[in-house]
C-alpha cells in the first residue's frame, strides 16, 4: 500500500517519509478565497435560517413535538458558525502581526485529554471511538490556546468524517527536539490527485460524504503551527485511513 504525503508547511528539518511515499510540497496563500470563505459561512447560517422558519411558519403543524430536535440543529449549527468566525478572526490577526502567542510549557497529555473531554459528547454521538496514547510529563514549547485549537480542529474532523463504530486515535510521541502529534481516522483516505490540493484553503477532496469547511481549518491549523516554529503534513492511503501529523518543539531543546 503506497502512502502520501503532503507537506504542508515549510520543514524545519528534513520530515521522514517512506521510501513507497510521494510527497507534495504547497504553501496555503495568506489572502483567503472569498468564494470559499462565503460557503463556510453560508452552510450553517442557511441551516440556522431553514430550521428556525420552519419553526416559526409551524410548517409542520401545531404539534410542539414535530419540532423537539430542531433546538438542537439550531444549536450545533450556531456552534458550527461561532467556530468558523473566530478562525476567520485569528487568521485575519495573524495577517495583520496582531495575534500574539504566548510561548510557555503545555503539558501534552493534559491538553490532549482537555479536548478530548469536550469532544466525546459529539464522538459517542457519532458512534466513533476515540483512543489515546500520550505518556506524560512529555511538554511542548508553544501556546497553550493555539495547540487546543489545532488539536481541538483535527479530532473534530476526524469524528466527523468517520464512520459510525470507527475509531480515532490521537498519538503523541517525542524525541529531545520535537513532539510529534498524530491524528488518525478509519476513514476512506484522500485520492492522490486531491491530496494537493488540500493545501489551498476552501479546496474540498472527494471522499465519500459531504466534507464542509475543509479549507478555513485547514489554513487555521497550517497557521497556528508555523506560528509555533512547528510542521504539518498529511499522510493517507486510499482505504487504509488519514493521519494528520503536527510537529512541534519540544520544551527544553537546544536552539
Not at 521522514?16 to 459561512?41: M, Y
Not at 454521538?125 to 512529555?138: D, G, N
Request: with cysteine; proline share 4%; hydrophobic share 40%.
Amino acid at each position: 500500500m503506497t502512502f502520501l504525503v503532503a507537506l504542508l508547511t515549510q520543514p524545519s528539518q528534513p520530515a521522514d517519509v517512506d521510501d513507497a511515499s510521494r510527497q507534495t510540497e504547497e504553501t496555503l496563500p495568506n489572502s483567503l478565497d472569498i468564494a470559499g470563505l462565503s460557503h463556510d459561512l453560508k452552510s450553517p447560517l442557511t441551516s440556522i435560517l431553514g430550521f428556525s422558519q420552519v419553526m416559526k411558519d409551524r410548517e409542520l403543524g401545531s404539534d410542539p413535538a414535530a419540532y423537539e430536535t430542531y433546538p438542537d440543529f439550531i444549536h450545533q449549527s450556531a456552534l458550527t458558525l461561532e467556530e468558523r468566525v473566530k478562525a476567520l478572526l485569528t487568521l485575519m490577526e495573524s495577517d495583520s502581526g496582531a495575534l500574539e502567542l504566548n510561548i510557555e510549557d503545555v503539558d501534552v497529555a493534559e491538553l490532549i485529554s482537555q479536548v478530548v473531554e469536550r469532544l466525546g459528547g459529539r464522538a459517542q454521538t457519532e458512534r466513533v471511538t476515540l483512543e489515546v496514547s500520550a505518556a506524560s510529563p512529555t511538554l511542548i514549547k508553544g501556546d497553550q490556546t493555539a495547540c487546543e485549537r489545532v488539536l481541538e480542529n483535527l479530532i473534530s474532523n476526524a469524528i466527523k468524517y468517520s464512520d459510525p463504530d470507527r475509531c480515532v486515535s490521537i498519538v503523541a510521541e517525542t524525541d529531545e527536539s520535537w513532539v510529534t502529534l498524530i491524528v488518525a481516522d478509519e476513514g476512506t483516505g484522500i485520492a492522490g490527485e486531491d491530496l494537493a490540493k488540500l493545501a489551498a484553503p476552501y479546496t474540498q477532496a472527494s471522499h465519500s460524504g459531504a466534507r464542509e469547511g475543509t479549507g478555513l481549518g485547514l489554513a487555521l491549523v497550517k497557521r497556528l503551527v508555523e506560528l509555533q516554529q512547528g510542521e504539518f503534513r498529511i499522510r493517507t492511503a486510499q482505504g487504509r485511513g488519514t493521519q494528520m501529523i503536527v510537529k512541534l518543539p519540544a520544551a527544553g531543546r537546544s536552539a
